[in-house]
């Protein structure tokens, strides 16, 4: 299979983004309801929970069918897509009253 060539810079961002945030944030956002806690502990939370749920998928494939940049990407990708999926579902489910409302003027979530 031929690949298109990518330089390095360009793949740090996103990678970056699926390693440390986007995994648990798709979580969070599934299972926590946002007027629960503010933007800065719901980005936190973000952030520790794609940590575990990267070394627990890390684990998983290392243990079965190998760890690979392929099937760490994979692995990752799907799981991000079911969980925002189903906060998809959730917010639909419950509208946007447990959407956070941010005041720009004076940084507080209200």
Do not use: K, N, Y
């Amino acid at each position: 299979m031929e690949c298109v060539p990518v330089p390095q810079t360009a793949r740090i961002l996103p990678g970056v983004l699926e390693v440390f945030f986007l995994p648990g944030f798709a979580v969070v956002s599934a299972v926590l309801p946002a007027r629960d806690m503010s933007v800065g502990g719901h980005l936190l939370a973000s952030v520790g929970a794609s940590v575990a749920i990267t070394v627990c998928a890390s684990t998983l494939l290392g243990a079965t069918v190998g760890l690979a940049q392929r099937s760490i990407a994979l692995a990752l990708g799907a799981l991000t897509l079911v969980a925002f999926f189903f906060a998809w579902l959730r917010e639909r489910q419950f509208g946007r009253s447990d959407a956070v409302e941010l005041d720009w003027r004076d940084g507080a979530a209200g």
